[in-house]
């Protein structure tokens, strides 16, 4: 299995209050990306890294917000949690850019917004 | 926004039977066109693959077809098992750069005995 751990795997918070949510990687993979998982939705991309420091939005960026400061720890970030946040949210990485390769995903974390 | 369409949302298959996934793409950049299999509470795992040199390919039970005219593309799993049961997702490569794939929403596949 590929080295991806998500942290927490559940949390329960209440509306208006911040989250962050990580993703740490073994495999030193360059790309990283953070999808959502709702039902009638499938997989739909929040953001994602194409390295250090580099970053972009995915189809559903708004209310989110991303850091990665090393190789392995990409950080996704509810400002202001709502209820319409409350999801799966999957870490993924690859090595190179996920449109022709494997994607490899993480366990996901159970986000309930209260 | 380029769209990977998914059908069904749900698929109920005797066990033996064949199940068919079926995905339609608007766009795409190239071809690539993979499959992953989710099992509850886990993370999707790809499945199977299949790149624009061939039309068909062949993984013990599963096959990926691709019709590039009609921008279709089908999972068969032949022999279905109860442990196939599962949510599938197709996926296309966005136009435009390295972004990421593009998912369809999902099958839900049942195999009952």
Same mark, same amino acid.
């Given at each position: 299995?590929?080295?991806?751990?998500? $942290?927490?795997? #559940?949390?329960?918070?209440?509306?208006?209050?911040?989250?962050?949510?990580? =993703?740490?990687?073994?495999?030193? #993979?360059?790309? @990283?990306?953070?999808?959502?998982?709702?039902?009638? #939705?499938?997989?739909?991309?929040? #953001?994602? *890294?194409?390295?250090?420091?580099?970053?972009?939005?995915?189809?559903?960026?708004?209310?989110?917000?991303? $850091?990665?400061?090393?190789?392995?720890?990409?950080?996704?970030?509810?400002?202001?949690?709502?209820?319409?946040?409350?999801?799966?949210?999957? =870490?993924?990485? *690859?090595?190179?850019?996920?449109?022709?390769?494997?994607?490899?995903? &993480?366990? &996901?974390?159970?986000?309930?917004?209260? | 926004?380029?769209?990977?369409? %998914?059908?069904? %949302?749900?698929?109920? +298959?005797?066990?033996? &039977?064949?199940?068919?996934?079926? =995905?339609?793409?608007?766009?795409?950049?190239?071809?690539?066109?993979?499959?992953?299999?989710?099992?509850?509470?886990? &993370?999707?795992?790809?499945? !199977?693959?299949?790149?624009?040199? +061939?039309?068909?390919?062949?993984?013990?039970?599963?096959?990926?077809?691709?019709?590039?005219?009609?921008?279709?593309? *089908?999972?068969? !799993? @032949?022999?279905?098992?109860?442990?196939?049961?599962?949510?599938?997702? =197709?996926?296309?490569?966005?136009?435009?750069?390295?972004?990421?794939?593009?998912?369809?929403?999902?099958?839900?596949? $049942?195999?009952?005995?």
């Amino acid at each position: 299995d590929a080295g991806i751990t998500q $942290s927490p795997r #559940h949390k329960v918070t209440e509306t208006g209050t911040p989250v962050t949510l990580r =993703c740490h990687q073994t495999e030193n #993979h360059r790309y @990283m990306y953070w999808y959502r998982q709702d039902p009638g #939705h499938g997989l739909r991309l929040i #953001h994602y *890294s194409y390295g250090v420091k580099d970053t972009d939005k995915g189809e559903v960026s708004d209310g989110y917000s991303v $850091s990665r400061s090393k190789t392995e720890d990409f950080l996704l970030t509810l400002e202001s949690a709502t209820s319409s946040q409350t999801s799966v949210y999957f =870490c993924a990485i *690859s090595e190179g850019s996920g449109n022709t390769g494997e994607l490899f995903f &993480g366990e &996901g974390s159970r986000l309930t917004v209260l | 926004q380029q769209q990977v369409k %998914q059908s069904p %949302q749900s698929l109920i +298959v005797q066990k033996g &039977g064949i199940s068919i996934i079926n =995905c339609a793409y608007e766009n795409t950049a190239f071809d690539y066109f993979p499959w992953y299999q989710q099992f509850p509470g886990k &993370g999707p795992a790809l499945l !199977i693959a299949i790149r624009p040199d +061939v039309s068909e390919k062949k993984e013990g039970r599963f096959t990926i077809s691709f019709n590039k005219s009609a921008k279709q593309f *089908s999972l068969h !799993i @032949m022999d279905s098992q109860p442990g196939d049961s599962a949510t599938y997702f =197709c996926a296309a490569p966005k136009i435009g750069g390295n972004t990421p794939l593009v998912f369809g929403k999902g099958t839900r596949l $049942s195999v009952i005995a």
